[in-house]
């Protein structure tokens, strides 16, 4: 018999994972177990939580995204689920979202991902993609087919078969935000799994944005998502070609910043500069505390 395990990341966002709990709890296929997995969260979650029947939780120091994912599916797995379902905490999941992903066509192991849509606006596509003949924007973009070939929002409501973390393993905790959803994709493609959206099951979530214009000291996170582009190029492309592919897309990046008319494009330029020679170098220890770029903006703006 197959069993689907919920596995939710929180951090600092107790509000927003009661909302998320809830959608889970009301699901019309009833989930087999629930993890959560809370990152040092200092806003009251721990105690709530423990105040909550039916969640297998675990808390550990903050390891970002890539970490928490890292744990999550390691603790699911290992508990003996077929899938796992896996989701930040400010998902909302409609109540028959896990139903759909398993009603729709079979693939044998795969990942099956949920049509990400905007909390803000039901018609568009909360995550936009662009493929090489095909951009999709709108929730129309995707309807009226079972299945979304190669198109998923990792992780946002994304149901990952038990094979293919035998055979590709968990996320790569020191990627520890931005950029390690995509590694884990293009590594199970690069291991001939199927990854599919399935329209007919909807998860709500914040719109994402523009991170080349977050404001600082905010924009301190696109270094991860900079760095951690090398291991995506790799997987695609093999290793040689892939690191000479960052390291020209990086240096043009990097330049992009430095000639940019946006404020604060110094610090966007050091941390460009950082992030690639930390990826060239394979250093992938940083955390937020210990970015250079970060460490250098603060103490200029006591």
Known sequence: METVAALVVTYNRLADLKKCLDTLRQQTRPLDAIFVVNNGSTDGTAEWLATQPGLAVTTQANLGGAGGFATGIDTAYRAGHTWVWCMDDDCLAAPDALAALLASPNLGPCIK???SVSVNSREELAFFVDRPHRAYRKVSDMTGVDLVYDVASFFNGTLVHADVIKTIGIPDKNLFI?????????????????????PSSVFYHPASFD???????????QYYAVRNQRRVL??????????????SWAAKATIKQATATRANRLYNFLLYGEATLDSLTNNFRKRPDTIRTLQFYNWRHK
């Not at 931005?178 to 399935?198: H, L, S």
């Open 178 to 198: 931005w950029g390690d959803e995509v590694e884990y994709m293009t590594r199970a493609q690069k291991n001939g799994f199927p990854i599919v959206t399935v």
């Open 211 to 221: 991170r080349d214009g977050i404001p600082w000291p905010a924009a301190w996170k």
């Open 234 to 247: 790799q997987n695609q492309y093999g290793n040689t070609v892939g690191r000479l592919l960052f390291a």
């Open 113 to 115: 991902n949920s049509m």
